[in-house]
């Protein structure tokens, strides 16, 4: 688990291809490696992965064909920055919110322009994960813990203050620059367990007027088709 507060900004010194999947190794010099051991999770982009060699200031881990389908991670190339977080403990201040670096779906910046000294920046999601992208809900971008100002479709726009742009990668982005979404935790399960013993059912759908009617949501003239 992270909390989305990135540490530090590291580089992509390495990527080795083997096999369909890969081994990336990440020049940290801003992260304090000194207690990650082989086997502990980094995020890098967002991206929760394993540590299968550490050498200060450098990392190794291997990216698997999921992964590497699923997100960011395989259109890196050598000096690319990238943003990095260490595993949270239970003494780690939980400033951001829970992050599992398991990455639902690949967006891509659409906009950013000035909103006082911050920056406000307008995202475009896959379709799919829309209904779980709520205002003043929060989601991960490239590993960024963010708040959602607005929701337009699968659009959503947030702010960007001069800090984070300045720590993280986000302020190399321009418009189209593609990005690694993770929505919250709680709607990605809470539309599962609202399945029921529907959830057990190949051909279940996700949470529809029928089935919050079922669960006893009566009257529910608002809820999506």
């Given at each position: 688990?992270?909390?989305?507060i990135v540490q530090a900004?590291?580089?992509l010194?390495?990527?080795e ?7 990336l190794?990440?020049?940290a010099?801003?992260l304090d490696?000194?207690?990650v051991?082989?086997?502990d ?15 200060p200031?450098?990392f190794?881990?291997?990216?698997s064909?999921?992964?590497?389908e ?5 259109r ?5 920055r990238?943003n990095?977080?260490t595993?949270?403990?239970l003494a ?5 919110h829970l992050?599992s670096g398991?990455?639902?779906?690949v ?8 909103d006082?000294?911050s920056?406000r920046w307008?995202?475009?999601a896959?379709a799919?994960l829309?209904?779980y992208i709520?205002e003043?809900?929060?989601i991960?971008v490239d590993g ?15 702010n960007?203050v001069p800090h984070?742009?300045?720590v993280?990668t ?6 189209g620059?593609p990005v690694?979404?993770?929505v919250d ?6 539309e599962?367990?609202m399945l029921?013993d529907?959830a057990?059912?190949?051909d ?6 029928d089935?919050l009617?079922?669960a006893g949501f009566?009257?529910s003239?608002t809820?999506?088709?």
């Amino acid at each position: 688990m992270f909390t989305g507060i990135v540490q530090a900004a590291g580089r992509l010194a390495a990527s080795e291809r083997t096999g369909g999947d890969c081994r990336l190794t990440i020049a940290a010099e801003g992260l304090d490696l000194g207690a990650v051991r082989i086997g502990d999770s980094i995020a890098v982009n967002g991206v929760c992965l394993t540590a299968v060699t550490v050498a200060p200031p450098h990392f190794a881990a291997d990216v698997s064909v999921e992964t590497l389908e699923r997100t960011t991670l395989g259109r890196l190339g050598q000096g690319d920055r990238v943003n990095l977080e260490t595993a949270l403990t239970l003494a780690t201040p939980l400033g951001g919110h829970l992050v599992s670096g398991h990455v639902d779906g690949v967006g891509e910046v659409r906009a950013r322009e000035p909103d006082g000294r911050s920056e406000r920046w307008r995202f475009r999601a896959p379709a799919r994960l829309a209904r779980y992208i709520a205002e003043k809900g929060s989601i991960c971008v490239d590993g960024v813990s963010l708040t959602v100002n607005g929701v337009n479709g699968a659009e959503f726009d947030v702010n960007i203050v001069p800090h984070t742009a300045t720590v993280t990668t986000l302020g190399d982005y321009g418009p189209g620059q593609p990005v690694n979404l993770e929505v919250d935790l709680i709607a990605r399960y809470l539309e599962r367990l609202m399945l029921g013993d529907r959830a057990a059912d190949p051909d279940a759908t996700g949470v529809t007027r029928d089935l919050l009617r079922r669960a006893g949501f009566e009257g529910s003239d608002t809820a999506g088709d």
